[in-house]
């Protein structure tokens, strides 16, 4: 048979892709090799698996099933992965096969009023449709920044503390600041419930079993939950199961967003995920950092608070839990989400105690975009509220053991005579939401003294 090198070029060519198709069946790439479990570390399995790269999924042969499983990792010619579940039955030798795929969600209209689970799968005891929607990546990238829409537009909550002193606007990004018990998950739904958008994405991440129900049931109620999409990963759950809750509810929402809805994204919490990824990336060998997080934890918060936030087809509006044990706002998560967003709101725990709900403390708080969606009146407003109640409380020792004599201060008995009225104001009841309108004209009347 002559050579290759007697041959016509167009024989040549022939022969090249005669010999491709016998190495690949149907002209399909060659198969991808079979790799084995080398070693387990708490929920990290190491096996070689020579091509595979980070953020793909892989087939874990467990009890006769696939179990997927994520590339997080490489050390030594072995990649590190973590399984999309518990890994009961791995052994040494238990075959992983890679898909050459990453994770993706499937996202349309038929979400709106359903349940899913932290990988994006029904959880209410219904199943999904099996054709329809379109599959979203849960690692796209953040809005182009330059193609972002400005935040001119102002977000109405129906809660009077933040749509009167801490206005927010519409794709902007909130952080929820407090410990635990002093009524997140009620504000939260309170917000779901309210809020003027066209449809809600709440993740519960790392939440108690007990309190799914509850929230979805007693906080957002029917009424909220026919617009809303509900991820749930909760705290039993295995750490990368936690993770991808986040990552899959913000592809929903970006789904919905990128079709020209006005989205609500609610995520409680941030310090729960971030101690999922600490959890994974000590498997995969990062050393401590800040506090015992590793690295990845502060490469992950922006990369995924960044993704909010409007775009040039549609707008998302989030508000983010963030749990500060004893209130310290430094605590590296706390001081990190905070530097990201647009505005931080502080729940207290004195207020809580004194019956005060919802428990915003408004001096503590802020929002980056009031003066850009609110009126100058508004404003003005605003900032002789936080004047009279700053001054009442810099003095409420003084006041509540008698010891403060009227007329000593002008400025103070101004501040004393305003406080019951400020106080009544900035309660509110779940079910009692306030409109715009109504909350700007009361707080125009509070700071007029009348």
């Not at 096969?97 to 219904?126: I, Q, T």
């Not at 003027?196 to 906080?219: H, Q």
């Not at 999922?276 to 000590?282: H, K, P, V, W």
Request: with cysteine.
């Amino acid at each position: 048979m002559p050579s290759t090198e007697t041959l016509p070029p167009r024989f040549v060519e022939q022969k090249v892709r005669f010999g491709a198709l016998l190495a690949s069946p149907a002209g399909l790439p060659p198969p991808r090799p079979i790799g084995k479990v080398r070693a387990l570390n708490g929920q990290a399995l190491r096996a070689r698996l020579p091509g595979v790269r980070v953020g793909e999924l892989l087939d874990v042969r467990l009890g006769g099933k696939n179990v997927p499983a994520e590339v997080v990792g490489f050390d030594g010619g072995e990649a590190t992965l973590m399984v999309l579940g518990e890994p009961v039955g791995v052994s040494s030798g238990t075959l992983v096969r890679p898909s050459g795929r990453s994770f993706s969600v499937r996202c349309g209209d038929f979400l709106l009023g359903r349940v899913l689970d932290g990988l994006g799968r029904a959880l209410d005891g219904r199943p999904l449709p099996r054709s329809g929607g379109v599959d979203a990546p849960i690692n796209a990238g953040p809005p182009d920044p330059l193609c972002r829409r400005p935040v001119r537009e102002v977000f109405e909550t129906g809660v009077r503390a933040i749509d009167g002193v801490l206005t927010m606007g519409r794709g902007q990004r909130v952080g929820l600041f407090a410990g635990a018990g002093v009524g997140t998950s009620t504000l939260l739904g309170q917000i779901a419930r309210h809020a003027k958008a066209d449809v809600n994405v709440i993740c519960l991440t790392g939440e108690r079993g007990r309190e799914v129900r509850e929230f979805i049931e007693g906080s957002l109620g029917p009424e909220g939950l026919r617009r809303s999409v509900v991820v749930c990963a909760t705290s039993d759950q295995p750490p990368m199961v936690r993770l991808k809750s986040a990552f899959v509810a913000t592809a929903v929402a970006e789904h919905f967003r990128d079709c020209g809805a006005d989205v609500l994204f609610l995520m409680d919490s941030v310090t729960r995920l971030a101690r999922a990824q600490r959890e994974i990336g000590l498997a995969a060998g990062e050393p401590p950092a800040r506090q015992g997080y590793p690295p990845s934890v502060f490469r992950m918060l922006p990369a995924l608070l960044e993704r909010a936030g409007n775009s040039d087809k549609g707008t998302m509006t989030a508000v983010y839990t963030v749990l500060v044990s004893g209130g310290d706002m430094e605590e590296p998560v706390a001081d990190e989400v905070r530097s990201i967003l647009d505005g931080h709101v502080v729940l207290s725990r004195e207020l809580a105690n004194r019956g005060h709900y919802p428990a915003i403390d408004v001096l503590s708080s802020v929002s980056r975009v009031m003066g850009g969606v609110a009126s100058t009146d508004h404003r003005n407003a605003a900032s002789r509220l936080r004047s009279l109640l700053g001054r009442y409380e810099s003095n409420r020792d003084l006041i509540s053991i008698g010891a403060y004599k009227k007329g000593a201060d002008p400025a103070l008995d101004e501040a004393v005579a305003a406080y019951p009225a400020i106080e009544q104001w900035l309660r509110q009841d779940n079910d009692s939401p306030a409109t715009f309108a109504e909350t700007v004209a009361r707080l125009r009347a509070m700071a007029g003294g009348e």
